[in-house]
């Protein structure tokens, strides 16, 4: 991949209270090393079950490459809640995502909860493809609080390492 494949997220968090209002500001980037790896991106519904979200269906963009989910890691993920169930229909589930092949459920200890319009951007340099599992979840309060009513549609944008 040349440098233009590059993948960058810049992020401003503010925090504390408005009277001491304070902000962080940096970036998630990664710049592939190899040809071996390629850009992913593809449209994925996340159902009230756990299932692994990338599937051998799956073609790395400008290729007729399939994934190969147990072999292929995930270098650098982008997931977004597109705030709906088929990309029309609105919903308020947000998502959980476990990295560890695990089922994802809404109490999952270490899942990675995604509210509806969010996007999630990370690093996980020793993670294959078929660890990465999702669920769609209640949300009240703004947390997860038990399995989702339906669908939910995510976005993801991904460079992979192509094992093969």
Not at 37 to 52: E, I, N, Q, R
Not at 120 to 140: C, E, Y
Request: hydrophobic share 35%; charged share 15%; with cysteine.
């Amino acid at each position: 991949m040349a440098i233009k494949d590059k993948a960058t997220c810049l992020l401003t968090a503010s925090i504390l209270p408005k009277d001491i209002r304070a902000s962080l500001n940096g970036r998630n980037s990664f710049t592939p090393e190899s040809d071996n790896y390629k850009w992913l991106y593809t449209d994925k519904t996340s159902t009230s079950s756990s299932a692994v979200v990338f599937t051998t269906s799956m073609t790395y963009l400008g290729t007729t490459t399939s994934l190969s989910i147990t072999g292929d890691k995930v270098l650098w993920i982008a997931i977004k809640h597109t705030g709906t169930t088929n990309g029309v229909t609105k919903t308020s589930d947000g998502v959980v995502i476990s990295i560890d092949a695990g089922t994802a459920a809404y109490n999952l200890a270490d899942g990675t909860f995604i509210n509806s319009g969010e996007l999630f951007v990370g690093k996980f340099p020793n993670t294959t493809a078929n660890q990465f599992t999702s669920t769609s979840v209640n949300v009240v309060g703004g947390l997860p609080t038990g399995a989702g009513n339906g669908d939910v549609q995510l976005q993801i944008a991904a460079i992979m390492q192509d094992v093969a």
